[in-house]
């Protein structure tokens, strides 16, 4: 029940990845490779100022999601410039910067040797310690991410993304200045990133630079392909599959370093099998 | 009055100039024919004015009081022009009506943050489509539309932007003789409202029936203006066109 409710907690965290990673790269059509940065950024932030200051979890959020957004404004004001390949490229190369300085700014990340002893959240007296309670907690903002979400997608600024993705030119002559709507979606992206970031630091209680790389970032972004761009539902079944199918490889019965082996050319193999059979993912309708 | 007009405009590409120092006037409440062969810059030109390209000289006027040395895309909408496209450029994959309802609501990032189009705003794009004959394909991606449908689709999201200066690049192209009396009633109704519309068209009949005034272009110059019918007449228009 334990291993359950781990997997369900994992499983939140990453429907909220992909939820806000969706905004840009389902709903605008931005092919961004530096998603695991701003989960990275949150992470880190909320971690120091929990243990450094000892604040209560959910203002330290608030402020990590804040700096995140901050981040992303500047690296999105400069990505915002781009389309196509070139976003890709540009946003990859910003994820490697930002998992660099997690890596060498020593004397506040803490490099690689991480930051443990990170605080469980509590509020008003509660402390949600236990995983029962944590997993609660990670419903709680899921759902609450979700509706964020859907309130963009379903204003007038979600349906400008979507023709931004169709054709960008053609939107901008009919006077929108698309530069804006692509950084205010890459921000408000970034800071819901970095509530998934927030819960993992807090959950795990331990952070390195390892799981912010951009090799992650590529895993967030096979959730929304599989699960299929620009769907809310998508996003949430999308991670569900990838968490739950390495952990059903090792109940098939392979050794646990087989199982991730197998794991990163499964995720090869269903997105080269999507590409070809089925490229608008499972519950999506879009193509990039 | 002139909504819009070039003042030695130059486009180049490379080493030849596509438009080559072009002065053209469109005025308020009439409908103007762009017309020459194949490769004459007719397009290239739209695509200038509007900011697709970025123009390499002269000066862009518009309402006789703002001259402009560059245009920019996003800006154009301001200065009151909008167009279609030669090559048809919906949003594919949204529906009709969100097609339409794209052009309408708020242009502002916050604003359209915190806006849901309203009634005004669908009761403004049910009278466009039912205008076009595609209002019981409302909920249809943009992109199953037939080519005719397209087209129509095109000029509506054209027409809902309230312009002044409208380009329609070939409109008729490929269109059923039905909905070319559509286009042509439309075309019509921009330019009684006072509106400045311009046509690519290469069916002089179109021309002669359509335009008060028109300009043929050749290799990016101007070689010809004045009414239709003098200037479908000339003959170094007919050299144009026969290729001489
Ligand atoms: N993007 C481009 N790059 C290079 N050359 C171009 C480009 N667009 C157009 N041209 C060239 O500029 C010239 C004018 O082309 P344009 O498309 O404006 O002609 P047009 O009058 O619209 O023709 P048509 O009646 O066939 O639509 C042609 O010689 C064309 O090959
Ligand atoms: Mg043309």
């Known amino acids: 029940m334990e291993y359950l409710i781990h997997i369900a907690i994992l499983v939140s965290i990453y429907s909220i990845l992909g939820l806000s990673l969706n905004l840009v790269v ?22 120091l100022l929990l243990t450094e200051s000892g604040m209560n979890f959910f203002l330290a959020m608030l402020i990590g999601m804040v700096i995140t957004g901050a981040i992303a404004l500047l690296i999105g004001a400069v990505l915002s410039r781009f389309d196509g390949d070139f976003y890709a490229l540009g946003s990859l190369g910003f994820n490697v910067i930002v998992f660099s300085i997690l890596l060498n700014w020593q004397s506040l990340t803490n490099g690689p040797l991480g930051i443990p002893g990170i605080a469980r959240p509590s509020l008003f007296g509660f402390s949600f310690e ?3 309670s944590f997993l ?12 964020i979400c859907t309130l963009i997608t379903r204003s007038s600024f979600g349906r400008v993304l979507h023709a931004i993705r169709e054709d960008e030119q053609a939107i901008q002559v009919f006077g929108y200045t698309t530069t804006y709507y692509k950084l205010v979606i890459f921000v408000l992206s970034a800071m819901l990133a970095a509530v998934a970031g927030a819960l993992f630091a807090s959950y795990i209680t331990f952070i390195d630079p390892s799981s912010f790389t951009v090799n992650e970032s590529i895993f967030m972004l096979s959730i929304i392909i599989l699960g299929g761009l620009a769907s809310h539902r998508g996003a949430v079944l999308g991670a569900a599959f990838l968490i739950i199918l390495p952990e059903a490889l090792r109940f098939a019965g392979f050794p646990t370093d087989v199982a991730a082996q197998m794991r990163q050319v499964t995720y090869g193999a269903i997105l080269i099998l999507l590409m070809l059979y089925r490229p608008q993912g499972l519950l999506g309708e879009y193509r990039l | 009055m002139s909504l819009l007009e070039t003042k030695k405009l130059v486009k180049k590409f490379g080493g030849v100039r596509a438009v080559d120092h072009v002065d053209v006037r469109f005025e308020a409440g009439m409908l ?7 490769g004459s810059g007719k397009t290239t030109l739209i695509n200038t004015l509007t900011g697709l390209l970025p123009m390499d000289g002269g000066t862009v006027v518009v309402s006789d009081n703002v001259a402009l040395h560059a245009v920019r895309p996003t800006s154009i909408a301001t200065y009151g022009l909008t167009r279609t496209f030669q090559s048809v450029r919906l949003f594919e994959q949204m ?4 097609n339409l309802l794209v052009v309408l609501t708020e242009r502002n990032v916050w604003g359209a943050l915190f806006e849901r189009h309203g009634k005004y705003h669908l009761d403004t794009a049910e009278d466009i489509l039912k205008k076009v004959g595609l209002w019981e394909k409302h909920h249809e991606l943009a992109g199953t539309l037939s080519y005719g449908q397209r087209k129509l689709l095109e000029i509506a999201r054209a027409v809902s932007m309230r312009a002044r200066v409208y380009f329609f690049d070939e409109p008729f192209a490929g269109l059923f003789p039905e909905m070319r009396k559509v286009v042509s009633a439309i075309l019509h109704e921009l330019r009684e409202n006072g509106a400045a519309v311009v046509l690519v068209e290469h069916d002089m009949d179109l021309i002669r029936s359509l335009a008060d005034y028109c300009y043929v272009l050749d290799s990016g110059t101007v070689i010809a203006e004045g009414a239709p019918e003098a200037v479908l007449k000339q003959a170094n228009v007919i050299d144009a066109y026969l290729g001489k």
Do not use: K, Q
């Open chain 1, 26 to 47: 389902g709903e605008a059509g931005l092919l961004s490779v530096t998603h695991a940065a701003f989960y990275g950024i949150g992470a880190y932030a909320t971690a």
């Open chain 1, 130 to 132: 236990s995983n029962t």
């Open chain 1, 136 to 147: 609660t907690l990670s419903l709680v903002l899921l759902a609450l991410v979700w509706g």
């Open chain 2, 32 to 38: 103007t024919g762009l017309i020459g062969p194949n």
């Open chain 2, 95 to 98: 529906s009709v009506l969100d």
